[in-house]
């Protein structure tokens, strides 16, 4: 058994409690030890990447007890991108919250620290409830972080937020009793097996708890009725959280993708494909809806959360056209999305902090200080975000719409792509020449000075737009091997086999 | 038997869905504690209704399913940790909005409230 | 890859250039001219393939996935857009040099303009459509740059925002269309796509695919009814304009179509679809260039009605007019960027563009004038100047075009008509700026010759203008005919390049055109007054409208969804998760096939108090106090209930949880109102009463019908192996400390998280707490009371001995870690609350954070340990000892793991309670006295 896969989830929880110790030690030692342990994630991540690669299933079952009985860890593609994606971007975004956000609260750190946790665990788990306590530790996590800092402002929305992910969690238990009362089992890979088999009087009790699940997730993913709690909660965080939540929307999608491949995939006989028919046209929709809410937004964080919604949308109507080839796209287009979001959410708030009172309102302002870097970097993200050439988006958004078979799902897409894509180029057009340009007299008081974290949290995040584009060709046959991966579940159903240590290799 | 612990389960349910739905904090929070307590009950029954068969090796012959008894125990545990964030976060709100409404006061969701976190190091405890 | 060098180049230049910017403006021309000039010298070994109509294809797989390839392409029609680009480009470097003032961003100007250049050559040279696609964007984007170069002006801005939204928007319908034609051919290579030809026109796509592509055409190419972006560009820097509006952006659409002509074009949609917008594009260009008194903006217009031209030429389909097409495009672009250069030296001489003000320069800038009136003697078709030639050839293929009936007679009377108005606008230039009258109070006065090297790039414009015009053949012919054969796909008709053809209709159309033309000139006031009683429409102001009303709407639709409301977003989710799950259960039986089993009476009772208690939660909501206690009876029953049905660890925990959740709730309703206000309409409650109600009874069905169905899983294995595995009897626990210990990690992990969440949540926050409680009875001054702090202290002893019995017997017997760890942090929460945090603090003096901290150390530690084994995290081992007195009893590694739980639930509550104790300043409420002093 390779220990190098607990390491995602064992580097943060030993940060963490440190973080926790050290908690009145000097600003700096913390922040050491912070930076440490992230650039340590990222190694462990990378590692397990290269490891994935090579299309194999790997297992790590906890106290050595066999799946299903224990709980496994599994190491495939998607879980590796997953935790790759999530550790540069925890770099990133732990880089840019030295200085003017982490000496907001002693815990920063910590609860930083454990969010990354959580996230890693959800992405590499086996086992259907240990993925509801992963939810639970990203989710507390979560709430810390987005009520990190001063102000209140935040209270409203975090308790929004709070709230619905509490109604949430208690769904998704509900899910899991509901599935377990007829399968008798909580393993991923074994319920995979177990639900083809079912004999017809018990299939509706796992299909509705298989939808309750996708509800759950599409809470978490905030995918259109279950969008509204999102603005208002990213665009009033901190901007290292906000940035870091880019990839909290996706821990909905991955466990939609995870589990609709997996245990409702096209293997699982009647409940094959369960609710993706909801899907796509609520994908859909939540583009538009993004898009309205990026024109209508009065702030560029704002516009930037709603950005965020809109990248939703396009991932899972990729994902609900059930093919490899949107799969792939989807994945692709995710990875590109969650840096280039993060990215955005740091500019916006550099912007912020160089406007005075105006702060990251789409107004008239005195011509702010340290124009050129800034803006660039806006241009850059929002060329990126909108889907433009030649940066990631446009790579991501090409895949998606090659994906798409003739017929009215194509018509559909495309258009819904192309008139999201246009609306947002005005929208970014708006925003920046307003900002940017449309200057009047007077001078800010004390904006802030570019610092050495700031420019380079936020310039390497909108940099990956670029980097993707270099790499654009193994990127994508990275994700084409791992939408193929995913459609093939008895190989992974196949780690049901594992021997476990101490067990003879006959 | 199963009807009656089918009815405490429906009526759990029915009382913390109607509080969730209420316009103050403290409802919302008794609402989400029954829901809790319907939600934990039903995981628990998902291994049948068991009596005198408590999972303690040689205690009895039929032993009740103890995977769901140990899955609710820490369903138990994280919903003890989210009712006690909630509940400071709704004492948070009153401190903050003035008011135990769930949506605050108006002047908390202002559309677009512009704002930059000034630093501030927190003095020890 | 030498064609792909050539692309890249401009955009190394554009990074290079800046860095002399320092050095003045000489030196970053010099710079900046260095990558055209190498640009021209790799081409010209290349133009001995060309001349024998053969194409250099060079291709670098990029994509293969989405079939872009860095593949680059070089044939005649290429050849001639590349020259274009880089030669008038060079001499757009040299003008601006002279034109920008020094403390201009001059760094930041050259730099675009590069990258603008390298896009327009990565358009004509790419040969994959997407890959033209990518430049294709580019220029959307650079020229918005390029155009807002001045950002300070308003108009700069949304002009540039115009062009962006109308030129970037076409280039997604391109992209679409051109991702059908991939869907077509099955490849996106230019070659493979010429060939296809047919093919395509046959597809059932094909209507699709042409008119998205057209979009993408017209709008860069300012054709009706896109054209009105173009004028507002005018905003730009006189080199942007001459650049970008004579040979370069505005041509990239007219280079799409005759690019794709072999592909799309000869079809009837084609040509009623392209030559009517041509037709239209020609007739208002034209007419409204007349009127406009902006010298730009009569240039702007007349280049919008030029591009009509050429536009209508590759409609209508015939390989003779295209010759003429490509023909006219060489010349326009020579003319039109010498009279946007001149403009800008009046502008920069003048100080004003208005040509009412601007009048008989001749006296002050002979030799400007001079080149400007032949340019313009070109733009309006005079004969011996370049214009004329295609003028001319235009002229007859617009009568060659046979139409049915009496539509033969429009082309032609079209023509004529443009004429006309071309000589009276081309007329108005000259006359109106170099003579009629004197200067009217120009800003700047006596204009003067500009710099000597300022008027280079339009003297060689002009020399070429008059070349072509007398040697045509000559001059331009080999090039001509490369790029023909290359648009028509090899088939090239044989045509006349010459000065004279006799007298034939085309030549009296000419001549009618100019007679009309100069008559219509002279006769201008009565034109211009007819034309003032049409209000001009500011089409700036039209889109900035549209934008902010698209704002508004989005606005006010975002509000009224996004509304902020808890309530709905919690409705909807409730909701949603109900309508997707009746779905499935409609049809399900409610009683299983294993039947019901009876029940014993005080089983009945207690589920009644039960579910008495729990509506009666709901019913008296409003008084939080009663409700609240109702609240923990139902608590206590769900414990019983658990012990009931033989889940006596639940019970312990359900109970220990119960106390302590209540104490949290106590608390939080020292600070909250006791009163709930009565508020929702009755529409509001009944629809929550149906909701609930349907979730309920939802919920009461799944359980009866899970209750009563046969079940098996995977549980029998935990019990066999509890023992012997495991080393506990106690199924539960050794199932939390060790098969499922990982979950045990997390749960208190989540524990440990939220007590910290907790703590910064509170931190600098205070809350004064009411003067009394809900029902106006003041509160006791004695915080304190003695029997309280007198009974409390001894009870912590025994219930520390309490907790360590529970923990230890855990693994066997009913207990463990958790409880036992609830139980210490209620007793010391009785010290707390009994004696005050001062007096417990001073003895209890440790910080939670570390206890918390501690515990998941020592969980962390238990789980590594079995690494050392090469066994997996978590793995646990045990053994048995043998002490005196105590007798045998077993060790087992998975006891230091709970021993981490039990820490982390004693740091975790007490830290939580103890920052919420802490909430109120003072550690108690105001009295009357203060509150009064308060209010």
Not at chain 1, 185 to 205: G, K, R, S
Not at chain 2, 44 to 50: A, I
Not at chain 3, 309 to 320: D, P, R
Not at chain 3, 407 to 432: E, K
Request: aromatic share 10%.
């Amino acid at each position: 058994m390779n220990h190098w896969l607990i390491a995602p989830i064992v580097i943060p929880l030993i940060g963490g409690f440190l973080q926790v110790f050290v908690g009145y030690a000097p600003l700096s030692l913390r922040r050491t030890l912070g930076l440490v342990t992230t650039g340590l994630l990222l190694v462990s991540a990378f590692f397990l990447l290269m490891l994935a690669d090579d299309g194999s299933y790997r297992v790590y079952a906890f106290g050595n007890w066999a799946p299903p009985f224990g709980i496994v860890l599994v190491l495939d593609r998607l879980s590796a991108l997953m935790v790759f994606v999530t550790a540069l971007l925890g770099l990133f975004c732990h880089l840019y919250s030295l200085g003017r956000t982490d000496v907001g609260s002693r815990q920063f750190h910590a609860l930083f620290l454990f969010q990354l946790m959580g996230l890693n665990i959800a992405f590499l788990t086996g086992d259907l409830f240990n993925l509801f306590v992963a939810f639970e530790v990203l989710l507390i996590a979560s709430y810390g972080l987005l009520l990190h800092g001063d102000g209140t402002k935040r209270t409203v929305p975090g308790f929004h937020y709070v709230v619905l992910n509490l109604i949430g969690s208690a769904m998704f238990l509900i899910a899991v009793g509901m599935i377990y009362s007829v399968t008798g089992t909580l393993n991923m890979a074994d319920l995979a097996v177990t639900i083809p088999t079912l004999a017809e009087d018990n299939l509706p009790l796992v299909k509705a708890g298989g939808m309750i699940l996708l509800v759950v997730f599409a809470l978490k993913a905030a995918l259109l009725p279950l969008t509204f709690w999102l603005p208002k909660a990213y665009a009033s965080a901190t901007a290292p959280v906000a940035a870091l939540f880019a990839v909290m929307t996706k821990v909905g999608v991955y466990a939609i993708i995870r589990v609709y491949t997996l245990i409702f995939g096209e293997d699982a006989g009647a409940l094959a494909h369960l609710g993706m028919d909801w899907v796509f046209p609520l994908a859909l929709l939540t583009m538009v809806l993004g898009v309205v809410g990026m024109i209508g937004s009065g702030g560029l964080r704002t516009l930037v959360a709603w950005q965020v919604v809109v990248s939703v949308g396009t991932i899972l109507a990729a994902f609900s056209l059930l093919n490899e080839a949107g799969l792939s796209s989807a994945l692709f287009y995710m990875v590109h999305t969650t840096w280039v979001a993060a990215g955005l959410f740091l500019v916006v708030d550099m912007i912020a902090a160089q406007r005075g009172s105006a702060g990251d309102q789409i107004i008239t302002a005195p011509r702010m200080p340290n124009r050129t870097f800034i803006s660039v970097m806006f241009m850059l993200g929002a060329v990126a975000a909108a889907g433009l050439p030649p940066l990631s988006g446009f790579f991501a958004k090409l895949l998606i719409m090659n994906a798409a078979t003739p017929g009215v799902d194509m018509a559909a897409l495309w258009s819904v792509i192309l008139l999201a894509g246009f609306m947002s180029l005005v929208a970014y057009s708006r925003a920046g020449s307003i900002v940017f340009w449309r200057n009047v007299q007077g001078h800010i008081e004390n904006p802030e000075k570019l610092t050495f974290p700031h420019t380079v949290g936020a310039g390497a995040l909108i940099a990956l737009s670029i980097a993707i584009v270099v790499v654009a060709g193994p990127l994508s046959e990275y994700t084409d091997a791992t939408a193929e991966q995913l459609r093939d579940t008895s190989a992974y159903t196949s780690i049901l086999e594992a021997k476990m240590v101490g067990e003879d290799e006959s | 038997m199963e009807i009656t612990f089918a009815l405490i389960i429906g009526s759990l349910t029915f009382a913390g869905v109607y509080l969730v739905l209420r316009a103050r904090t403290f409802p919302v929070v008794v609402g989400l504690t029954l829901l809790s307590y319907g939600v934990n009950l039903f995981l628990f029954s998902t291994g049948r209704l068991v009596t005198g068969g408590q999972p303690i090796i040689g205690s009895t012959e039929n032993y009740s399913d103890p995977l769901p008894q140990a899955l609710v125990l820490t369903a138990i545990v994280i919903g003890f940790a989210m009712t006690a964030f909630v509940v400071v976060l709704a004492l948070r709100s009153k401190a903050d909005t003035g008011d135990d409404h769930v949506d605050g006061t108006r002047r908390t969701d202002l559309p677009d409230e512009a704002t930059i976190d000034q630093p501030r190091e927190e003095t020890g405890q | 890859m030498t064609l792909s060098l050539v692309v890249l180049l401009p955009f190394l230049g554009a990074i290079a250039a800046p860095l002399f910017a320092q050095a003045g403006r000489t030196a970053i021309a010099i710079a900046s001219s260095v990558p055209a000039l190498l640009a021209l010298a790799t081409l010209f070994p290349m133009w001995s393939t060309l001349a024998e109509g053969g194409t250099v294809v060079q291709t670098l797989e990029w994509l293969p996935q989405l079939g872009i390839n860095l593949s680059f392409r070089l044939d005649g029609l290429s050849l001639m857009f590349a020259l274009l680009i880089l030669v008038i480009g060079l001499l757009i470097i040299l003008y601006a040099r002279y034109y920008l003032k020094p403390q201009e961003n001059v760094g930041k100007f050259y730099a675009m303009l590069l990258c603008f250049k390298g896009s327009m050559l990565g358009i004509v040279l790419s040969s994959n459509l997407l890959l033209m696609m990518v430049f294709w964007e580019l220029t959307s984007l650079t020229s918005f740059l390029l155009i807002s170069f001045w950002n300070q002006k308003q108009d700069a801005r949304r002009g540039a925002r115009m062009a962006l939204a109308i030129t970037g928007g076409g280039g997604l319908a391109l992209l679409a269309g051109i991702l059908l034609i991939g869907r077509i051919v099955g490849s996106f290579e230019l070659d493979d796509v010429l060939a296809a030809g047919d093919q395509i026109k046959a597809h059932a796509l094909y209507p699709y695919a042409l008119t998205l592509v057209l979009l993408g055409a017209f709008t860069k190419s300012a054709q009706f009814p896109f054209h009105f972006w173009l004028p507002h560009a005018m905003q730009a820097p006189t080199p942007v304009s001459a650049y970008l509006h004579s040979a370069t952006m505005v041509k990239a659409g007219i280079f799409l179509m005759a690019r794709l002509y072999p592909a799309l074009a000869g079809t009837e949609q084609w040509f009623y679809m392209v030559t009517f917008t041509g037709m239209v594009t020609l007739l208002i260009g034209a007419y409204v260039a007349l009127f406009k008194h902006d010298l730009k903006g009569l240039l702007a217009h007349s280049t919008v009605s030029h591009l009509g031209l050429i536009t209508l030429l590759l409609g209508m389909g015939t390989e003779l007019a295209a010759v003429a097409a490509l023909f006219h495009i060489i010349n326009h672009a020579t003319f039109k960027a010498s009279l946007f250069m001149a403009a800008g030296i009046i502008d920069h001489e003048t100080g004003s563009r208005d040509m009412r003000q601007i009048n008989g320069l001749w006296k002050y800038m002979p030799h400007t004038a001079t080149l400007a009136m032949v340019a313009a003697a070109s733009m309006a078709g005079v004969p011996l100047l370049n214009g004329f030639l295609s003028k001319e050839m235009f002229f007859a293929e617009a009568l060659s075009l046979n139409l049915p009936g009496i539509w033969a007679w429009i082309p032609p009377i079209v023509a004529t008509l443009a004429g006309i108005f071309a000589v009276a606008y081309s007329a108005r230039f000259i006359h109106d700026v170099f003579f009629n009258g004197a200067p009217r109070n120009l800003p700047i006065f006596p204009p003067h010759e500009p710099p000597r090297y300022m008027k280079i790039p339009v003297e060689i414009l002009v020399v070429a203008c008059v070349l072509v015009g007398l040697f045509p053949a000559f001059s331009v012919g080999p090039l001509l005919y490369a790029a023909a054969s290359a648009t028509l796909g090899g088939q090239v008709p044989d045509y006349g390049l010459a000065v004279w053809h006799g007298f034939n209709l085309p030549l009296m159309m000419s001549f009618a055109a100019f007679i009309g033309g100069l008559v219509m000139y002279h006769y201008r006031q009565k034109f211009f007054d007819f034309h003032d009683r049409f209000r001009e429409i500011d089409e700036k102001a039209v889109f900035e409208a549209a934008v902010s009303w698209l704002v508004d709407r989005a606005r006010t639709l975002t509000v009224v969804l996004e509304n902020g409301s808890l309530q709905r977003y919690a409705m909807l989710l409730v909701v949603s998760a109900v309508v997707v799950a009746i779905v499935p259960l409609a049809g399900m039986n409610l009683i299983g096939s294993n039947g019901l089993t009876p029940i014993d009476a005080p089983t009945a009772v207690g589920a009644a108090i039960l579910i008495f208690c729990t509506f009666a939660t709901v019913y008296i909501r409003r008084e939080r106090l009663t409700s609240l206690i109702m609240l923990s009876v139902v608590g206590l029953f769900v414990s019983l209930t658990f012990a009931r049905l033989s889940a006596p660890d639940l019970a312990m925990t359900q109970i220990s949880v119960e106390v302590v959740t209540i104490v949290l709730l106590m608390l939080a309703l020292f600070y909250l109102p006791s009163w709930t206000p009565s508020e929702g309409s009755t529409a509001r409650h009944t629809r929550d009463l149906v909701i609930a109600g349907v979730a309920g009874l939802g919920m009461a069905a799944v359980t009866l019908a899970m209750l009563t169905s046969p079940f098996s899983s995977i549980s029998d294995y935990f019990i066999e192996h509890s023992k012997p595995g495991g080393g506990g009897t106690n199924v539960v626990n050794v199932i939390l400390v060790d098969f499922r210990g990982f979950d045990t990690l997390g749960e208190i992990t989540v524990l440990a998280i939220a007590a910290l969440g907790i703590y910064a949540m509170l931190r600098g926050r205070e809350l004064q707490a009411p003067p009394t409680d809900g029902l106006g009875h003041p509160w006791a001054l004695d915080a304190h009371p003695t029997m309280l702090r007198q009974m409390s202290r001894p009870l912590l002893p025994l219930a520390l001995m309490v907790s360590v019995y529970i923990f230890l017997r855990g693994h066997n017997l009913p207990g463990g870690g958790f409880i036992a760890g609830l139980i210490t942090a209620i007793a010391l929460l009785i010290q707390y609350i009994a004696s005050g945090d001062n007096w417990t603090q001073a003895r209890v003096n440790v910080r939670y954070h570390n206890i918390l901290a501690l515990g998941l150390f020592f969980a962390t530690v238990a789980g590594a340990g079995s690494l050392v084994f090469d066994y997996p995290f978590l793995t646990s081992t045990f053994t048995y000892l043998k002490w005196p007195v105590v007798g045998k009893f077993e060790v087992a590694s998975a006891l230091v793991f709970d021993l981490g739980v039990y820490l982390t639930v004693v740091g975790a509550t007490l830290l939580a309670l103890v920052s919420l104790g802490k909430l109120t300043p003072a550690g108690r409420p105001m009295t009357r006295t203060e509150a009064r002093e308060e209010s």
